[in-house]
C-alpha cells in the first residue's frame, strides 16, 4: 500500500478530485455529495503533503503519465515549487469546503449542491494538474479545466449580474488561453517538442555565445529569437491575464464580487497563484531568465507594471463600498508584489515573490471566509450594513481585524514576512525607488483594511447588524484555522519561506522542472 | 531561583506576561480573579526581572533564540545589555502599580470591555519586554509593531466616534512612519552591512570604512530611523501622542511613561549605540540635523504645552518635549548624551507616570480634566496634587527630583561635542517646563475655588479629604517617592549603564 | 496549390464578411462556413481527424447551438457607438508582433523542421510497435502516448455539461419559493 | 524579403490575419454573440496555425494504410488478440519500415487540435448558456446596455 | 407538427443511420479518421434531430434527463478508472503486461518503472490479459477502445444535455412543440410585423 502510495503520489492528488468529481454527479445526492467532496479534498490534502515530504527528501519526482517518457508522453515533474504549492491549493480547497456547508446552502438552491460539489472539485483538480504538469500543452488542458469550472461556479451567485460577470471573465480568460495556446505553438514550432524541460534543452540550441569584441563580452545572442521572442509575449501576456495583471485585470474585480462567497474564497486564494507559478516557470523553467531578463528588458516592464498595478489597485480598493470588491482589487495589487519579486530574478526576489504565493493565498482565503460569515449573517457585502457588527459578532470581526493586519503586513503574520523579503531583496538589488514605492503603496492596505475595521467597531448599528448572531460555528472554526495559520506562518517560517527558498534556488540553478 | 540561568529568567520574563493574557482571558467573566491573576503575575514578573538584573549589572550578557524558525539572517533573538535592562526594569515595575491603578480606575470608572483591556494591556507590556531583550534590529522592529497593534484596542477602548478618530491618527502615524521609514531603514542597514545584530561600537562602521555607504547617506539613514521610529515622537510625527489621549487614564500612562514611548526612544537609543556606534556619528555628524529636529521638538512641543488648557494634552506635550532629550542625546552622540538618554529613560518614565496617575486620580475622584477648572482642588486631594507636584520637580530637572541627573548628563554631553548652543536650548525647555507645569499645583493648593459655596466638599468650614479610589492614590504615592528615590540612586543608575558605552571602546 | 490559395482567400472573406455583417444569423450561418473552408483546408494539410472534428463542431454542434440561442434572444446586432480604434490597434499591434514573429520560423511543410525531427523515431514509426500495428497514428497518439490530455479533454467536456446544467436548468417552482422563503426564516 | 520566404511563409500570414479578425471581432463587438462568434473563429485561426506546423510537403495524413499496417485486409477489429504478441511486433516492425517510405504529415498537431477544438466547443457552449441567462435577465445581450442599466440601478 | 409530415418520416427513416453511422466513427476509430468525440457527437445528433423534430417531451421519454446527466458522469468514471485499473492491476502483477514485450527492440520507452513492478496511469501495457484471446482487444488497444469509449459516453451525453438545457429554456419549445415550429413561427411573426 505504501509502496503504491508512494509511486502514485504525483498523480493521485490529481486523479482523485478527477474522478470524485463525476462520482458526485453519478451519486446525485446533496449529502453524499459532500461527504465525497470532503473526502476527496482532505485525502488529497493529505497526499500532497506527503509528496512535499517526498521530495524534500529525494529531490525531483518525475512521472511519466501512460509510461510513455517525453518527449512522447506527458510527464509529472514534481519539484519543491509546484509540491509546495499543489500542498496550498489541496489545503484551502480542503478547509474552503468544509467551511462552505452554511454559506452554500444559504446562497445556492439545494437542488444544485451536488453539481457544485463536482466543479469544486474540476476546479482543483484543474489548478492541481496545472502546477504538476511538465507539459506545456497539458498546462493549457487543465488551465481550460479550472476556467471553465470557475466559469460556472461564479456564475452561481445570486444577482443577476454572476453570470455577467462569469461571461466577462470567460471572455478575456479564453483570450488570455489562446494566447498562451498560440504561444505555446510557436514554441512547438521552434523546439518539436512540448515538455518543458525539454523545450527548454532544445532553445538552448539557438543560443549563440556572446561575441566578445575587443575584450568587451557582448550581450548574448540567440538564434531565431523572433519567434522565441513573440512566443515568450504571447505566453507571458495570456498568463497575465489570467493572473489579472494591472492593465488585464477587468475581469477579476466582478467575478469576485458576484460569485458565491465560497467560491470567492477558493478561487481568490488559489487561482491567480497558479497563474503566476505557470509564469515563474516559463521564465525561469523554459526560457532562461537570461534571455526574459537580459535581452527583453522585462524586468523593468515588470516592475513598473506591478507598482503601477499595485497603486492603482490599491487606491482604487479604497474607494470601494462593497467589501468584496475592495478585496477583489487588493487582491490585483498583491498580484504586483508577486510580481515584483519574480523581476528581480535573484535568489531573495524569487524566494520573496513564491512566499507571497503562499503568503497571500491564506491571508486572501481568510478574509473572504470572513466575508462568507459576514454576508451568512447580514445578507449583504455593503459597508453600510456591517455598521457596528463587531459588537454582535465579535469573533467574526475579530478575525477580519487580525486577517486584515496580515494584508498589511504588521509584523507576526505572514503578510510580514513576504513584505519583509521583498523589501530585502530590492535594497540588496539596490533598487531603492522599487523599496520606497513599495512601502508607501503598502500603507494603502492600511486605508482600505482599517476602514472597514472601523465600520465594524465604531459606528453605530446597522439595522442588519443589530439582528445578527455569531457566525455558525463551523465556518468560524475553519475561519479561524486558516487565521491562526496566517500567524503561524508569520514567525514559524522555516516551511513557507524555508521551501520558498529551496524552490527559488532549484529555479535559479537551471532546474527546469 | 539563585540556581536558574539568565537565559532561563529571560524566557520566564517574556512567557509571564503571556500566562498573565491566558489567565486574564480565561478568568475574565469573574473580576476579581481575573485581577488577582493579573497582580501576581506582574509581581513576580517584576521579581524575575530584578533576578535577571542583579545578572546583567554584574557583567552577564545572557542570550536566547527561538531558534530556527524564521528565514536565515533575519532571527527572533534576545540578548540582555543594561540599556535594555533597565527600560525592562522600568517597564515590569511600572506594570506592577499600573495594573493596581488601572483596576482602582477601570472600577472606579465602570469602565466596559475591563477583560480585553487587561488582555491587550499583558501583549504590551510583553512586547516592552522583547523589544527590550532584543539581539538585533529585526527582532526589535517585530514587537515595536506587536506593541503598536496591541495598544490599538487600548487607545480606542472607549469604542465612540472620539476614539475612532485618535485610534485613527494614532495608528496612521505609528503604522506608516515604522513601514516607510523604519521598515526601509533597516533593509538599508541590513543590504549595507550584512547583519543587523546589535553589536557594541555598532555595524556600519565597517560598511562606511568599506565605502558601501557615505556621510550623506548615514544621515539621511540616521534620519529615517529617528523618524521611523514614530514612538520616539520626533516633531513632526508627534500628532499620535495626544491623539491617544482618547484612551483610559491607565492607558495614557502605559502609553506615556512604561511602554510604548519609552520602546520608541529605547529604539533610538539602542540604534545610535549598536548599530551606528557613537564614533561613527560623532566622527560622521550623522546625527546633526537630528539635533536640530530634536531641539526644535524640545522647544515647540513646551511651547504647546503651555497653551493646552485639558490636563492629559499638557502632559502628552510635555512627553513629545521629554522624548526629544533622549532623540538628542542619542544624535549629540557622545558617552554622556547617551548615558544621560538611558537614565532619562527612568527618571522620565517614573516622573511622567506620577503626573499621570494624579490626572487620571482627578478625574476619577473630581470628574475634572481641564486645568482651569481645578483651583483649590489640591485642598481636597492633598496627596495626588503632592505627588504631582513632586514629579513636576524632577520633570522639570530640579534637585531632588531625578530628573535633575539626566539633563546634568545631557548637557554634558552636549558641551562635550561642541554644540553649547544646546545647551541655551535645555535651559530655556527647563523654563518653559516650570512655566506650564509648576501653576498647576499652585493652582491647585493656593487658588480659591471657582464657587466656593457650591462646592460640596466645602463641608462646616473645613476642607474635608475627597482623594480617589485608594487603589489609585497608593501607586501615585509610590512612583512620587520613587522619583525622588531615584535622584539618590542615580549613581547605581550611571554605573550599570556604564557599559554600554564603553563596551565599544 | 490553387485549391489551397482559393481556400485561403476565402477564409479571409469570410471573416472579413462575419467582422461587417450586422445580422447575426447570417453571421453565424457565415461562421459554419467558416469552419467548414478551415475543415477543407486541415484536410489538405493532412489532418483528417481534425478536420472531421472541426467540421461536426465548428460547422455542426456550434452552429446549431448559436441558433439555439438566437432564437431565444434576438437577432439583430445594435450598431456600437464605440470607436473601432482601440481594438483596432490592439489588434493591429497583436498582429504585427505575430508576422515579426513568424520570420524565424521553419517554412511551411519543410521537412527538416524541429516539429518533424526533433522527435527521432517520429510517432508513425515508433506508434506501429507500440501500439501493436495501430493504424491511425492519430488515435494512438490521442488514446495512449497523449492519453492524460484526452482526459483533461473529457474532463473539460463534462465540465461544460455540468455548467451548462447548472446555469440553464429550471429549479422547480416550489423549491424556488420554498428556498427564498425558507432563508428569510433562517437568518432569524 | 526573399521570394522563398514568402511562400515558406504566406500561409502562416494568412492564419494571422484570420486570428486578428477572429481577435478584433472579440474585443470590438458589443454584442455578445458576435464575441462568441470572434472567439470561434480565433480559435479555429489557432487550430489552423497548428495543423499548418504539422504538414511536411509531400506528406500523407498519419493513417498508415491497411496493406502496409500489416494486417490482411477487413480483419482489423479481431486481429490483434489472436496473434501471438511476438508476431505483432515482428511485423509491425517489417511493416514500419515499409511505412518508412511513405512520408507522413507530423501527427501531433492534430492531436492537440483535437483536444484544443473540444475545448473551444465547450467554452463556446458555456458562453452561450450565459448568453441565454443574461438575456433572460437583462433583455438584451448588448454589454452597452447592460452596462448602463447596471449603472442606472 | 401535423404540417410537416414529410419531415417526421424522413427524420424516423435517418435516425438508425445516423446511430450506425455513430458506432461506426466510435469502433473504426483506430483504423480510419475518428474516434469517442466525434462519434458522440453524431450520436448526439441523431437526438437532437428527434428533438427538434419530435418535441422535448418525446426525446425525454427516450432518454431521461437523469439518465443522461449519469451518463455524463460515467463517461468520465471510465476513462480515469482505466488509468486507475493500470495502476491497480499493474501493481498486482506489473511483470506480466511486459513479458512478452521487447524493450530494446521495440525502443519503448519504459523506464524503470516495469522493474519496480508498477504500471503507470494509463499505462495500458497493465491491461494485458490472458481471458477470451481473440475477442477481447489486448493491452494498448483494449485500453484505447476503453478510453474511446468513455468519451463517446460523455460527449453523447453532454450534447444531449447542453441541448436539452437550451430547448427547456425556450417556452415555446418546451411546451413540446419542435423547434422548426417555434423558428417557423417566429419568422413568420417578424414578416408579419
Given at each position: 500500500m505504501i509502496e503504491y502510495l508512494h509511486f502514485h503520489l504525483p498523480v493521485l492528488p490529481i486523479v482523485i478530485p478527477l474522478m470524485i468529481a463525476p462520482l458526485c454527479v453519478l451519486l446525485g445526492s446533496r449529502h453524499v455529495a459532500n461527504v465525497l467532496s470532503l473526502f476527496a479534498c482532505w485525502v488529497t490534502f493529505g497526499l500532497s503533503?506527503?509528496?512535499?515530504?517526498?521530495?524534500?527528501?529525494?529531490?525531483?519526482?518525475?512521472?511519466?503519465?501512460?509510461?510513455?517518457?517525453?518527449?512522447?508522453?506527458?510527464?509529472?515533474?514534481?519539484?519543491?515549487?509546484?509540491?509546495?504549492?499543489?500542498?496550498?491549493?489541496?489545503?484551502?480547497?480542503?478547509?474552503?469546503?468544509?467551511?462552505?456547508?452554511?454559506?452554500?446552502?444559504?446562497?445556492?438552491?439545494?437542488?444544485?449542491?451536488?453539481?457544485?460539489?463536482?466543479?469544486?472539485?474540476?476546479?482543483?483538480?484543474?489548478?492541481?494538474?496545472?502546477?504538476?504538469?511538465?507539459?506545456?500543452?497539458?498546462?493549457?488542458?487543465?488551465?481550460?479545466?479550472?476556467?471553465?469550472?470557475?466559469?460556472?461556479?461564479?456564475?452561481?451567485?445570486?444577482?443577476?449580474?454572476?453570470?455577467?460577470?462569469?461571461?466577462?471573465?470567460?471572455?478575456?480568460?479564453?483570450?488570455?488561453?489562446?494566447?498562451?495556446?498560440?504561444?505555446?505553438?510557436?514554441?512547438?514550432?521552434?523546439?518539436?517538442?512540448?515538455?518543458m524541460a525539454d523545450i527548454g534543452v532544445q532553445l538552448e540550441r539557438y543560443r549563440v555565445a556572446a561575441v566578445i569584441v575587443d575584450g568587451i563580452e557582448g550581450p548574448p545572442h540567440w538564434e531565431g529569437s523572433r519567434t522565441m521572442l513573440v512566443a515568450f509575449a504571447f505566453l507571458t501576456v495570456g498568463l497575465c491575464i489570467k493572473m489579472a495583471v494591472f492593465p488585464l485585470h477587468t475581469w477579476l474585480p466582478n467575478s469576485y464580487t458576484y460569485a458565491p462567497s465560497v467560491v470567492t474564497c477558493f478561487v481568490a486564494a488559489t487561482a491567480t497563484k497558479v497563474s503566476v507559478y505557470a509564469f515563474i516557470r516559463v521564465v525561469f523553467g523554459i526560457f532562461t531568465p537570461e534571455f526574459a531578463f537580459e535581452l527583453l528588458p522585462l524586468d523593468t516592464a515588470l516592475w513598473s507594471f506591478s507598482l503601477v498595478g499595485i497603486f492603482v489597485a490599491s487606491i482604487a480598493a479604497i474607494y470601494q463600498t462593497n467589501i468584496k470588491r475592495r478585496l477583489a482589487y487588493s487582491s490585483i495589487a498583491q498580484v504586483g508584489y508577486m510580481l515584483l519579486g519574480i523581476s528581480m530574478a535573484n535568489q531573495d526576489g524569487l524566494t520573496a515573490g513564491i512566499v507571497h504565493m503562499f503568503n497571500h493565498g491564506l491571508i486572501k482565503g481568510a478574509l473572504f471566509m470572513v466575508v462568507g460569515c459576514f454576508v451568512l449573517r447580514l445578507g449583504s457585502v455593503q459597508m453600510d450594513d456591517w455598521r457596528g457588527a463587531g459588537k454582535t459578532m465579535p469573533w467574526t470581526s475579530l478575525a477580519w481585524a487580525i486577517g486584515g493586519l496580515g494584508l498589511i503586513g504588521v509584523p507576526v503574520t505572514c503578510g510580514f514576512i513576504s513584505k519583509w523579503l521583498l523589501l530585502t531583496a530590492a535594497m540588496e538589488d539596490e533598487l531603492y525607488l522599487v523599496a520606497a514605492l513599495m512601502l508607501i503603496s503598502s500603507l494603502l492596505a492600511v486605508i482600505y483594511v482599517w476602514q472597514v475595521v472601523e465600520v465594524l467597531y465604531f459606528s453605530p448599528p446597522s439595522e442588519k447588524a443589530k439582528k445578527a448572531t455569531e457566525a455558525p460555528l463551523i465556518m468560524l472554526v475553519t475561519t479561524y484555522v486558516v487565521v491562526a495559520a496566517t500567524l503561524v506562518f508569520g514567525v514559524w517560517t522555516t516551511w513557507s519561506a524555508g521551501l520558498a527558498g529551496d524552490a527559488a534556488r532549484f529555479l535559479l540553478q537551471g532546474g527546469a522542472p | 531561583m539563585s540556581n536558574v540561568t539568565p537565559e532561563t529568567l529571560i524566557q520566564i520574563c517574556m512567557g509571564l506576561p503571556l500566562v498573565a493574557l491566558v489567565l486574564v482571558v480565561i478568568t475574565g467573566k469573574i473580576a476579581n480573579l481575573r485581577e488577582a491573576c493579573t497582580i501576581t503575575i506582574s509581581s513576580v514578573l517584576f521579581f524575575v526581572t530584578c533576578q535577571l538584573a542583579g545578572h546583567v549589572f554584574s557583567g552577564a550578557r545572557p542570550e536566547w533564540s527561538l531558534g530556527d524558525v524564521m528565514m536565515p539572517g533575519f532571527e527572533i533573538a534576545f540578548q540582555v545589555e543594561p540599556l535594555g535592562m533597565l527600560f525592562a526594569l522600568v517597564a515590569s515595575g511600572l506594570w506592577v502599580l499600573t495594573t493596581i491603578y488601572a483596576i482602582g480606575y477601570m472600577r472606579g470608572h465602570h469602565e466596559i470591555n475591563q477583560t480585553r483591556f487587561f488582555a491587550c494591556f499583558a501583549i504590551a507590556i510583553f512586547a516592552a519586554l522583547a523589544a527590550a531583550f532584543s539581539a538585533n534590529l529585526f527582532t526589535l522592529f517585530v514587537m515595536y509593531e506587536v506593541m503598536t497593534v496591541s495598544t490599538y484596542p487600548l487607545v480606542t477602548h472607549h469604542g465612540d466616534e472620539k476614539a475612532r478618530n485618535g485610534g485613527r491618527v494614532y495608528l496612521g502615524i505609528l503604522l506608516s512612519t515604522s513601514v516607510a521609514f523604519f521598515m526601509l531603514a533597516i533593509a538599508w542597514t541590513w543590504s549595507v552591512a550584512g547583519t543587523l545584530d546589535f553589536t557594541p561600537g555598532g555595524v556600519l562602521a565597517e560598511a562606511f570604512s568599506e565605502g558601501k555607504i557615505n556621510a550623506v547617506q548615514l544621515a539621511i539613514l540616521f534620519c529615517l530611523f529617528a523618524f521611523g521610529i514614530g514612538k520616539a515622537a520626533l516633531m513632526p510625527f508627534h500628532r499620535w501622542l495626544p491623539a491617544a489621549m482618547v484612551a483610559p487614564t491607565?492607558?495614557?500612562?502605559?502609553?506615556?511613561?512604561?511602554?510604548?514611548?519609552?520602546?520608541?526612544?529605547?529604539?533610538?537609543?539602542?540604534?545610535?549605540?549598536?548599530?551606528?556606534?557613537?564614533?561613527?556619528?560623532?566622527?560622521?555628524?550623522?546625527?546633526?540635523?537630528?539635533?536640530?529636529?530634536?531641539?526644535?521638538?524640545?522647544?515647540?512641543?513646551?511651547?504647546?504645552?503651555?497653551?493646552?488648557?485639558?490636563?492629559?494634552?499638557?502632559?502628552?506635550?510635555?512627553?513629545?518635549?521629554?522624548?526629544?532629550?533622549?532623540?538628542?542625546?542619542?544624535?549629540?552622540?557622545?558617552?554622556?548624551?547617551?548615558?544621560?538618554?538611558?537614565?532619562?529613560?527612568?527618571?522620565?518614565?517614573?516622573?511622567?507616570?506620577?503626573?499621570?496617575?494624579?490626572?487620571?486620580?482627578?478625574?476619577?475622584?473630581?470628574?475634572?480634566?481641564?486645568?482651569?477648572?481645578?483651583?483649590?482642588?489640591?485642598?481636597?486631594?492633598?496627596?495626588?496634587?503632592?505627588?504631582?507636584?513632586?514629579?513636576?520637580?524632577?520633570?522639570?530637572?530640579?534637585?531632588?527630583?531625578?530628573?535633575?541627573?539626566?539633563?546634568?548628563?545631557?548637557?554634558?554631553?552636549?558641551?562635550?561635542?561642541?554644540?553649547?548652543?544646546?545647551?541655551?536650548?535645555?535651559?530655556?525647555s527647563s523654563l518653559l517646563n516650570i512655566a506650564y507645569l509648576v501653576p498647576i499645583p499652585i493652582l491647585a493648593f493656593m487658588a480659591p475655588t471657582k464657587n466656593e459655596t457650591d462646592d460640596e466638599s466645602h463641608v462646616d468650614g473645613g476642607w474635608k479629604i475627597k482623594e480617589g479610589p485608594l487603589l489609585c492614590v497608593v501607586p501615585l504615592c509610590i512612583t512620587a517617592i520613587g522619583s525622588v528615590v531615584l535622584f539618590f540612586f542615580a549613581n547605581q543608575i550611571y554605573q550599570w549603564l556604564i557599559p554600554i558605552v564603553q563596551s565599544g571602546h | 496549390m490553387l485549391v489551397s490559395v482559393s481556400i485561403l482567400t476565402l477564409l479571409a472573406v469570410t471573416a472579413i464578411a462575419i467582422a461587417r455583417i450586422g445580422d447575426l444569423w447570417a453571421a453565424v450561418m457565415f461562421t459554419g462556413i467558416f469552419s467548414f473552408l478551415g475543415a477543407s483546408w486541415m484536410l489538405i494539410l493532412d489532418a483528417p481527424d481534425v478536420a472531421f472534428t472541426e467540421a461536426a463542431v465548428g460547422?455542426?454542434?456550434?452552429?446549431?447551438?448559436?441558433?439555439?440561442?438566437?432564437?431565444?434572444?434576438?437577432?439583430?446586432?445594435?450598431?456600437t457607438k464605440?470607436?473601432?480604434?482601440?481594438?483596432?490597434?490592439?489588434?493591429?499591434?497583436?498582429?504585427?508582433?505575430?508576422?515579426?514573429?513568424?520570420?524565424?520560423?521553419?517554412?511551411?511543410?519543410?521537412?527538416?523542421?524541429?516539429?518533424?525531427?526533433?522527435?527521432d523515431p517520429g510517432f508513425v514509426e515508433k506508434s506501429q510497435p507500440d501500439m501493436h500495428g495501430l493504424p491511425n497514428v492519430v488515435t494512438g497518439l490521442l488514446g495512449s502516448y497523449r492519453g492524460y490530455d484526452t482526459l483533461g479533454e473529457t474532463a473539460v467536456i463534462f465540465t461544460a455539461g455540468i455548467a451548462v446544467i447548472l446555469i440553464l436548468r429550471r429549479e422547480p417552482k416550489e423549491k424556488e419559493t420554498e428556498r427564498s422563503t425558507g432563508k428569510k426564516g433562517k437568518s432569524l | 524579403m526573399t521570394l522563398t520566404e514568402f511562400f515558406g511563409l504566406y500561409n502562416y500570414w494568412i492564419v494571422v490575419f484570420l486570428m486578428m479578425t477572429g481577435f478584433y471581432i472579440v474585443i470590438a463587438r458589443r454584442n455578445m454573440i458576435k464575441t462568441v462568434i470572434g472567439l470561434n473563429i480565433f480559435q479555429v485561426s489557432v487550430v489552423l496555425?497548428?495543423?499548418?506546423?504539422?504538414?511536411?510537403?509531400?506528406?500523407?495524413?498519419?493513417?498508415?494504410?491497411?496493406?502496409?499496417?500489416?494486417?490482411?485486409?477487413?480483419?482489423?477489429?479481431?486481429?490483434?488478440?489472436?496473434?501471438?504478441?511476438?508476431?505483432?511486433?515482428?511485423?509491425?516492425?517489417?511493416?514500419?519500415?515499409?511505412?518508412?517510405?511513405?512520408?507522413?504529415?507530423?501527427?501531433?498537431?492534430?492531436?492537440?487540435?483535437?483536444?484544443?477544438?473540444?475545448?473551444?466547443?465547450?467554452?463556446?457552449?458555456l458562453a452561450l448558456a450565459l448568453i441565454v441567462r443574461i438575456s433572460e435577465d437583462y433583455g438584451t445581450i448588448e454589454e452597452d446596455e447592460i452596462l448602463l442599466m447596471d449603472r442606472r440601478q | 407538427m401535423n404540417s410537416f409530415p414529410i419531415i417526421r418520416v424522413v427524420t424516423k427513416l435517418m435516425i438508425p443511420y445516423i446511430l450506425l453511422f455513430g458506432l461506426y466513427v466510435q469502433f473504426h476509430?483506430?483504423?480510419?479518421?475518428?474516434?469517442?468525440?466525434?462519434?458522440?457527437?453524431?450520436?448526439?445528433?441523431?437526438?437532437?434531430?428527434?428533438?427538434?423534430?419530435?418535441?422535448?417531451?418525446?426525446?425525454?421519454?427516450?432518454?431521461?434527463?437523469?439518465?443522461?446527466?449519469?451518463?455524463?458522469?460515467?463517461?468520465?468514471?471510465?476513462?480515469?478508472?482505466?488509468?486507475?485499473?493500470?495502476?491497480?492491476?499493474?501493481?498486482?502483477?506489473?511483470?506480466?503486461?511486459?513479458?512478452?514485450?521487447?524493450?530494446?527492440?521495440?525502443?519503448?520507452?519504459?523506464?524503470?518503472?516495469?522493474?519496480?513492478?508498477?504500471?503507470?496511469?494509463?499505462?495500458?501495457?497493465?491491461?494485458?490479459?490472458?481471458?477470451?484471446?481473440?475477442?477481447?482487444?489486448?493491452?494498448?488497444?483494449?485500453?484505447?477502445?476503453?478510453?474511446?469509449?468513455?468519451?463517446?459516453?460523455?460527449?453523447?451525453?453532454?450534447?444531449?444535455?447542453?441541448?436539452?438545457?437550451?430547448?427547456?429554456?425556450?417556452?415555446?419549445?418546451?411546451?413540446?412543440?419542435?423547434?422548426?415550429?417555434a423558428g417557423l413561427q417566429s419568422t413568420a411573426k417578424e414578416a408579419t410585423a
Open positions: 503533503l506527503l509528496l512535499v515530504s517526498r521530495v524534500c527528501e529525494l529531490g525531483e519526482i518525475s512521472y511519466f503519465l501512460g509510461g510513455w517518457k517525453p518527449p512522447y508522453g506527458i510527464e509529472y515533474a514534481i519539484d519543491p515549487l509546484n509540491s509546495f504549492l499543489m500542498a496550498m491549493i489541496a489545503g484551502m480547497g480542503a478547509i474552503v469546503l468544509t467551511y462552505s456547508g452554511p454559506s452554500l446552502r444559504d446562497e445556492v438552491p439545494k437542488s444544485k449542491h451536488y453539481l457544485f460539489y463536482s466543479l469544486y472539485l474540476l476546479c482543483m483538480t484543474g489548478l492541481m494538474g496545472m502546477c504538476a504538469t511538465g507539459d506545456l500543452f497539458n498546462v493549457f488542458v487543465f488551465l481550460e479545466i479550472s476556467s471553465l469550472s470557475t466559469y460556472a461556479l461564479i456564475s452561481l451567485g445570486k444577482t443577476r449580474r454572476a453570470p455577467l460577470a462569469a461571461f466577462q471573465y470567460l471572455i478575456m480568460g479564453t483570450i488570455g488561453a489562446t494566447f498562451l495556446l498560440i504561444g505555446i505553438g510557436l514554441l512547438y514550432q521552434m523546439t518539436g517538442t512540448l515538455n | 491607565p492607558v495614557s500612562a502605559l502609553l506615556h511613561a512604561v511602554a510604548v514611548v519609552k520602546v520608541g526612544v529605547f529604539s533610538v537609543l539602542k540604534v545610535a549605540i549598536y548599530i551606528f556606534g557613537i564614533d561613527l556619528i560623532a566622527d560622521t555628524h550623522a546625527g546633526d540635523w537630528i539635533c536640530y529636529v530634536a531641539a526644535a521638538s524640545i522647544l515647540l512641543a513646551s511651547l504647546v504645552a503651555m497653551t493646552k488648557d485639558n490636563l492629559k494634552a499638557r502632559l502628552a506635550y510635555s512627553t513629545i518635549s521629554q522624548l526629544a532629550y533622549i532623540t538628542l542625546g542619542a544624535a549629540i552622540a557622545t558617552e554622556a548624551s547617551m548615558l544621560g538618554g538611558g537614565m532619562h529613560i527612568a527618571m522620565h518614565a517614573v516622573g511622567k507616570i506620577t503626573l499621570f496617575f494624579c490626572a487620571g486620580a482627578i478625574y476619577v475622584g473630581a470628574h475634572k480634566t481641564n486645568i482651569s477648572d481645578m483651583r483649590g482642588l489640591g485642598r481636597t486631594m492633598p496627596f495626588t496634587f503632592g505627588a504631582f507636584l513632586i514629579a513636576t520637580i524632577s520633570i522639570i530637572g530640579l534637585p531632588p527630583g531625578g530628573g535633575a541627573w539626566s539633563k546634568y548628563f545631557l548637557a554634558l554631553g552636549a558641551v562635550d561635542s561642541g554644540k553649547a548652543w544646546l545647551m541655551g536650548t535645555l535651559m530655556v | 460547422a455542426g454542434i456550434s452552429t446549431v447551438l448559436m441558433l439555439g440561442t438566437l432564437a431565444l434572444t434576438g437577432k439583430k446586432e445594435k450598431p464605440s470607436s473601432p480604434i482601440v481594438p483596432l490597434f490592439v489588434v493591429g499591434v497583436t498582429g504585427a508582433a505575430l508576422i515579426y514573429g513568424t520570420l524565424d520560423m521553419p517554412h511551411f511543410g519543410d521537412r527538416h523542421s524541429p516539429v518533424q525531427t526533433r522527435i | 496555425l497548428y495543423v499548418t506546423m504539422g504538414k511536411v510537403t509531400g506528406g500523407t495524413a498519419p493513417i498508415i494504410p491497411p496493406g502496409i499496417a500489416g494486417h490482411s485486409d477487413g480483419e482489423h477489429a479481431s486481429s490483434h488478440g489472436s496473434h501471438d504478441a511476438h508476431e505483432v511486433v515482428d511485423h509491425a516492425h517489417q511493416h514500419a519500415a515499409d511505412a518508412a517510405e511513405i512520408i507522413y504529415s507530423n501527427p501531433l498537431p492534430s492531436v492537440l487540435m483535437l483536444t484544443a477544438i473540444v475545448v473551444g466547443i465547450a467554452t463556446t457552449a | 476509430g483506430d483504423f480510419g479518421p475518428g474516434g469517442g468525440f466525434q462519434a458522440g457527437v453524431i450520436l448526439a445528433s441523431a437526438f437532437i434531430l428527434y428533438g427538434l423534430v419530435f418535441g422535448l417531451p418525446a426525446v425525454k421519454a427516450v432518454a431521461p434527463t437523469k439518465v443522461i446527466e449519469k451518463l455524463i458522469a460515467l463517461g468520465v468514471l471510465i476513462y480515469a478508472g482505466t488509468g486507475l485499473a493500470t495502476t491497480l492491476i499493474g501493481r498486482a502483477d506489473g511483470g506480466h503486461g511486459n513479458d512478452h514485450f521487447d524493450h530494446a527492440h521495440a525502443d519503448h520507452t519504459h523506464s524503470d518503472v516495469v522493474e519496480m513492478a508498477q504500471a503507470n496511469f494509463l499505462d495500458y501495457e497493465a491491461l494485458n490479459h490472458d481471458v477470451l484471446h481473440g475477442f477481447l482487444p489486448h493491452g494498448q488497444h483494449l485500453g484505447i477502445f476503453l478510453i474511446e469509449l468513455g468519451v463517446g459516453i460523455t460527449v453523447t451525453a453532454v450534447m444531449i444535455m447542453i441541448f436539452y438545457c437550451f430547448a427547456g429554456r425556450s417556452e415555446r419549445f418546451g411546451q413540446g412543440k419542435g423547434a422548426a415550429d
